[in-house]
């Protein structure tokens, strides 16, 4: 009941700091034609996207509402966010990490018009206004569970991925993060399509992961997002060549032929913030009813 009394004050004061600076809350879809295609990433564990056939149409669960949320900039909103459902059907084998589920919630968000820093800023400003009211209200249950969170700086240490991977291998995450004692930005890593490549300089993105320190890793993805037609068309036909079906993009091609907004955002995960602040061993442990991949689920 404790990981639920810290959700629960992590979904208010997310939901008061996100209106307070001006985001309006969106409603979740869960049924799509489209979804993130989350890749084509060698290191992904996806095993199969979910889906549902309703009256003859072939419907997607969502994996993240990345695509919708460009698409509801378009609509003319300018700061959103979604507490949103995600079903990312993951191998089993990745019980052992600590940190997947195969059903969680993130609070999605993106800005019109933003940076990458922009967003960054946002986002250290956010957790230090959450870490500070969860010391303050929840003092008793962090001593419980043997836990202070951490002075946050006012900027969080930026590396890039390239060089923790020449420093520590492919175990990079897991051996920083257990290196570091306060959060700290990854950024450029080579991903999805919607993640905005520099065009001054191929093979820089424009995107970021935050990962938590003593061992927890990663608790948010974003990015600046690709915007204009012919480059998101240049990005699906080069995603195409590593396993993509582009053909599963078509409408939502047709609309960013309109033109989208150029926007930047992220995704916080509910239960892997809910898991650094109690240090939980398991992410599941957190979820009143688990969803761990690799283990039956019970109710
Ligand atoms: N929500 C993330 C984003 O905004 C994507 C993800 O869920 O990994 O980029
Ligand atoms: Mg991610």
């Known amino acids: 009941m404790d990981a639920m009394r810290i959700t629960d004050a992590v979904l208010g004061q997310s939901v008061l700091f996100f209106r307070a600076s001006g985001f309006k809350q969106l409603l979740p879809i869960v049924l799509s034609t489209i979804t ?46 979604i507490l949103s459902p995600n079903v990312r059907l993951e191998h089993p084998k990745r019980k052992e990490s600590g940190k997947h589920l195969f059903e969680f919630t993130q609070i999605d968000f ?52 390239s060089d923790l991977q020449s420093e520590y291998g492919g175990q990079w995450e897991e051996l920083k993060s257990k290196e570091m004692d306060v959060p700290f930005w990854v950024v450029s890593h080579k991903r999805e399509f919607y993640d905005r490549e520099d065009p001054k300089q191929p093979g820089v993105y424009l995107n970021y992961d935050l990962i938590y320190p003593e061992g927890f890793g990663e608790g948010l993805s974003g990015a600046e997002r690709e ?4 480059r998101i068309k240049m990005r699906i036909e080069r995603d195409a060549k590593e396993g993509l079906d582009a053909s599963k993009y078509t ?10 907004v150029p926007s930047a955002g992220g995704g916080i995960g509910v239960e892997r913030l809910v898991r650094y602040v109690l240090g939980a061993p398991h992410v599941g442990d957190v979820q009143l ?11």
């Open 251 to 260: 409408c939502y091609l047709e609309l960013a032929k309109e033109g989208m």
């Open 36 to 81: 993130d295609p989350l890749g084509p990433d060698p290191g992904s564990s996806v095993i199969k996207t979910g889906e549902v056939e309703y009256l003859g149409q072939r419907l997607v669960l969502t994996q993240s509402m990345i695509l919708h949320k460009q698409l509801a900039l378009k609509r003319g909103l300018d700061k959103i966010f």
């Open 289 to 299: 009813f688990r969803r761990v991949p690799g283990e039956r689920v019970a109710v």
């Open 227 to 230: 915007y204009e037609y012919e």
């Open 110 to 161: 993106e800005i019109a018009y933003a940076s990458m820093h922009e967003v960054m800023h946002f986002v250290e400003d956010y957790l230090k206004a959450l870490f500070s009211v969860l010391s303050q209200d929840h003092s008793d249950v962090l001593k419980k569970y043997g836990r202070s969170l951490p002075e946050l700086p006012s900027h969080f240490p930026v590396f890039k991925l």
